[in-house]
């Protein structure tokens, strides 16, 4: 089981607040990754971390901005949420080295009104 | 750039059913490839890991092989049950860009009764 993660699970909120999605691991993964994903489509990364300090965009450009102050935890930011970023948001971590396998948390869907 | 394709993108089998699902891949320098399921709304459970120089690996009814070269992964699935139900997907970490994965669009399975 991972020990993987995030809240809230679900969030509904209005055009115009600012947001934190948490995401937290235990597992001392120094690598983790957001991903933002919509319905039936598939995932897109928008920002990744090597370690404490170390954050950058993906692939995908997103308005987010993330942080990286401690090893377990890895906390996006939306300042002005808008309807465009209705979508879920997976978090993921890895380790640097022994097979680096992925794990997910259960995501947080968010809906901007 | 690396892309990943997953055919089928659907598949809907009766119970009791072998099934094959196939994940290619452009870019053959690759570190792991992993399979991941995904249900309705949640995050993404992995399933099954393999590194670039092994052939296969196994967990329970699940067999997942990999042909680097040929830039090809199929995951095996034995005795289908309903309870697989799910969307599968592939992805792909590449030897350098620091662990950053590529996902396929996934494979939609259903397994009626």
């Known amino acids: 089981e991972a020990d993987i993660y995030q809240t809230p699970r679900y969030l509904v909120i209005g055009t115009g607040k600012k947001i934190t999605l948490e995401c937290s691991q235990t597992m001392g993964h120094d690598k983790m990754y957001w991903y933002q994903q919509d319905p039936g489509m598939e995932l897109h990364l928008i920002h990744y971390?090597?370690?404490?300090?170390?954050?950058e965009k993906g692939d995908l450009s997103s308005e987010s901005t993330v942080s990286r102050i401690r090893t377990e935890h890895f906390p996006l930011t939306l300042e002005s949420a808008r309807p465009s970023h209705t979508s879920q948001y997976l978090c993921a971590s890895s380790r640097d080295r022994g097979g680096a396998e992925a794990f997910f948390g259960q995501g947080t869907r968010l809906t901007v009104v | 750039k690396q892309e990943v394709t997953q055919i089928p993108a659907a598949l809907s089998v009766p119970e009791g059913e072998n099934l094959v699902l196939n994940c290619s891949f452009t870019?053959?320098?690759?570190?792991?490839l992993q399979w991941f399921r995904q249900d309705p709304g949640k995050g993404l459970t992995s399933l099954l890991l393999i590194q670039s120089s092994q052939r296969e690996q196994t967990s329970g009814r699940l067999n997942a092989s990999l042909d680097k070269s040929s830039g090809r992964s199929t995951l095996y699935i034995a005795a289908s049950q309903p309870g697989d139900s799910a969307t599968y997907l592939c992805?792909?970490?590449?030897?350098?860009?620091?662990?950053?994965?590529?996902f396929g669009q996934g494979t939609i399975l259903t397994v009626h009764p």
């Open positions: 992805a792909v970490r590449p030897s350098t860009s620091y662990g950053k994965l590529t």
């Open positions: 971390s090597y370690g404490v300090n170390s954050t």
């Open positions: 870019d053959s320098a690759i570190y792991n």
